[in-house]
C-alpha cells in the first residue's frame, strides 16, 4: 500500500458518503510471511500508559516472529499527542500509538490512524464490548482498536455519608436534595465538585442524558453541543451552582486534592479508573471510600457515559501493519497481556474485552473499599453505556473552548447553557477548515 492516505479519502469514509475512496487496510502480509520464513518482524509502539513496558517485555518472551521495540511518551496533554502528530508529518510515526477515545476521529482524519477495518477479524470483535468498539468506528470503518472502556460512576465516602444519613442517590433529583442537605448539616462540606477543568465529565453527563454532540448523518458533520438533552445537563448542575450546593473550581489542582484528602468533598463522578487511582493517591483512606452506581435521570431506562478510556492504532506510516494488529489483538484480549500491565502497580481500568474482567478482578485489593467487589458493579454498569455517542475530530480545541468558559462561570460570568453555545461556535471554525461538510443545530 502507498504511504499516507489523502486527507479526502479518510472523509470519505468518515462523513457518510459513499465509501468506494475510504482507506482500505494494507495486507502485506509481513507477520504471516515473517512465520513462513522463520524471521522477526520488528514494530515500534509508542504509549503513556504505565505498565506499557512490562506489556511488551511479556509479548516479546512469548513471541518469535514479531517483536516490539517500546518507547515511553508523556501523556496527551503533556505533549505526546503533539509528538505523534510531528512525527507522522515527518513520515516516521510509529507502527502503533496509543491513542485516548476524544482523538480518535481527529486522528483519523488527518490520516495519522490507518483504516484498520479489514485487519479487525470476527474473532476479536466477539472479544470486545460493542460499545467500546463503536467508539472507535465510524460509518462502518475502524481506526483504532479499544483496550479499556470506563463507565462512569459514583465514588462516595461511606463513613460521612452515615453520619449524614445518605445513601447513594438513584435519581439526579435525589442528588440534588442530598446536595442541599450537606451544605446545611456540613457547611464547609460539599457533597460535589463541578470541575471548571471537566469537560470529559460534562460530556458524560450530556450522554447519559441522551445528548448526541457529533453525528455524520447526510453525509457532514452535525454539531449540536448545545442540544436539549445536554441544556438540560447545563441547567440542572447551573442551579446547584447557584445556590452553593456544589464546589465549582478544577479537579486537576492542588484545591481539589485538598477537598478529597480532607473529607471535604463527599463524591467523586468519575470513570472506572479513578477507583485505582483514589487508592494510589490517598492510602490513608481506606476503608471509607464504596462505589455505587450513577444517579438517573430515568430509572426505567438507565444508561452512563464512559469517562476515559484508551485505544490502540496502526499508523499509516507503519510498513507492518498485520504485524502490528496481532500485537495489539495480544494488547487487549490476551489474559497474560493484562496480567503484565496490571503488575506496574494498583489499577481498576475496566477492560474493553468482558473476558478480562476476572483478571482485573483478581488482581484488585478489595480492602480499600471495605471488601466491595468493584468489578462486578463495574460489569453492570458497562452494559449501560450509551451507543449514541459519537467524537468530535477537534476535541482538544473544544475541551478548551467549553473549560475557559466553565472557569468564567465560576467568576459568575455567563452560565453553563451560554458555555455550551460558546463551545459549540467555537468549534465550527477546526471542522470547516478541515475541509469537511459541517452542520449544525441546538434541537
Given at each position: ?33 515473517s ?48 509528538k ?48 467500546a ?34 445513601r447513594?442517590a ?83 489542582s ?55 478510556g ?19 489483538e ?5 489474559p ?16 474493553a ?20 467487589d ?55 471554525p ?14
Open positions: 500500500m502507498p504511504g499516507r492516505p489523502s486527507r479526502r479519502s479518510v472523509l470519505a469514509a468518515m462523513a457518510a458518503v459513499p465509501l468506494t475512496g475510504a482507506v482500505s487496510a494494507c495486507s502485506g502480509g509481513n507477520a504471516a510471511s512465520a513462513r520464513t522463520g524471521t522477526t518482524t520488528r514494530i515500534t509502539f509508542w504509549s503513556a500508559l504505565r505498565g506499557s513496558q512490562e506489556v511488551v517485555d511479556a509479548f516479546n518472551r512469548t513471541h518469535r516472529t514479531v517483536q516490539v521495540e517500546f518507547q515511553q511518551i508523556p501523556s496527551g496533554g503533556q505533549g505526546g499527542y503533539a505523534l502528530s510531528n512525527a507522522a508529518r515527518a513520515g516516521n510515526a510509529p507502527d502503533v500509538a496509543t491513542i485516548e477515545y476524544p482523538q480518535v476521529p481527529g486522528y483519523a482524519i488527518d490520516g495519522v490512524a490507518r483504516d484498520i477495518t479489514d485487519l479487525v477479524g470476527d474473532g476479536l470483535r466477539r472479544k470486545l464490548l460493542p460499545q468498539l463503536g467508539l472507535t468506528t465510524f460509518e462502518g470503518r475502524v481506526f483504532s482498536v479499544p483496550l479499556d472502556v470506563e463507565p462512569m460512576v459514583m465514588h462516595y465516602r461511606a463513613d460521612l455519608f452515615d453520619r449524614y444519613g445518605l447513594p438513584r435519581t439526579w433529583d435525589e442528588f440534588a436534595e442530598q446536595a442541599a442537605a450537606v451544605r446545611r448539616k456540613a457547611p464547609d462540606r460539599r457533597l460535589v465538585l463541578f470541575p471548571t477543568d471537566g469537560m470529559t465529565q460534562f460530556a458524560c453527563y450530556a450522554w447519559q442524558a441522551g445528548a448526541r454532540w457529533f453525528d455524520t448523518s447526510k453525509g457532514a458533520w452535525n454539531v449540536s453541543l448545545a442540544d436539549a438533552p445536554s441544556r438540560r445537563v447545563a441547567d440542572y448542575w447551573q442551579g446547584l451552582i447557584d445556590r452553593d450546593d456544589v464546589f465549582m473550581n478544577a479537579v486537576e492542588r484545591q481539589s486534592d485538598a477537598q478529597i484528602g480532607n473529607g471535604l468533598v463527599l463524591t467523586r463522578l468519575s470513570g472506572a479508573w479513578d477507583a485505582g487511582a483514589q487508592m494510589n493517591a490517598r492510602p490513608g483512606q481506606k476503608g471509607q471510600w464504596r462505589i455505587a452506581p450513577m444517579p438517573q435521570w430515568d430509572t426505567g431506562s438507565p444508561s452512563v457515559g464512559t469517562h476515559g484508551s485505544t490502540f492504532a496502526v499508523t499509516a506510516d507503519s510498513r507492518h501493519p498485520e504485524a502490528a494488529m496481532e500485537f495489539i495480544w494488547q487487549v484480549s490476551h497474560d497481556a493484562l496480567r503484565a500491565r496490571l503488575s506496574s502497580g494498583t489499577s481498576s481500568q475496566y477492560p474485552a468482558p473476558g478480562l474482567v476476572s483478571v482485573g478482578r483478581d488482581a484488585f485489593d478489595r480492602s480499600y473499599y471495605g471488601g466491595q468493584i468489578y462486578t458493579l463495574f460489569e453492570r454498569e458497562a452494559q449501560k453505556i450509551g451507543e449514541q455517542w459519537l467524537w468530535g475530530p477537534r476535541m482538544s480545541a473544544t475541551q478548551k473552548v467549553m473549560q475557559d468558559s466553565f472557569a468564567r462561570v465560576s467568576g459568575g460570568q455567563g452560565s453553563l447553557v451560554e458555555s455550551l453555545r460558546t463551545a459549540q461556535e467555537g468549534t465550527m477546526d471542522l470547516k477548515a478541515l475541509g469537511l461538510s459541517t452542520t449544525q443545530h441546538s434541537t
